[in-house]
């Protein structure tokens, strides 16, 4: 059996530790972090919703944070 070549084990240990590391055990954190940065980058964008976004971020974390601690409520029973 032939070894893979060193560079291709690193990448793919370099993806599988990023994976890891962002995904983990829930990956709708992953993509309501996302979801979370990318409403704050389009009002941040837009001159005059600036302050929207000061608001808004809070507000979307701890909507997250309450989605996940639901999540894993609903889990535990």
Known sequence: MRSRPLLERWLRAFGAFWWDFLVGDTPELLAGALVAIGVLALL?????????AV??????VAALLAAS?????????
């Not at 608001?55 to 979307?60: E, G, H, R, S």
């Open 69 to 77: 601690v639901a999540r894993e409520r609903r889990a535990s029973r």
């Open 55 to 60: 608001v808004a971020f809070p507000v979307l």
């Open 44 to 52: 941040v964008k837009a001159a005059s919703l600036s302050s929207a």
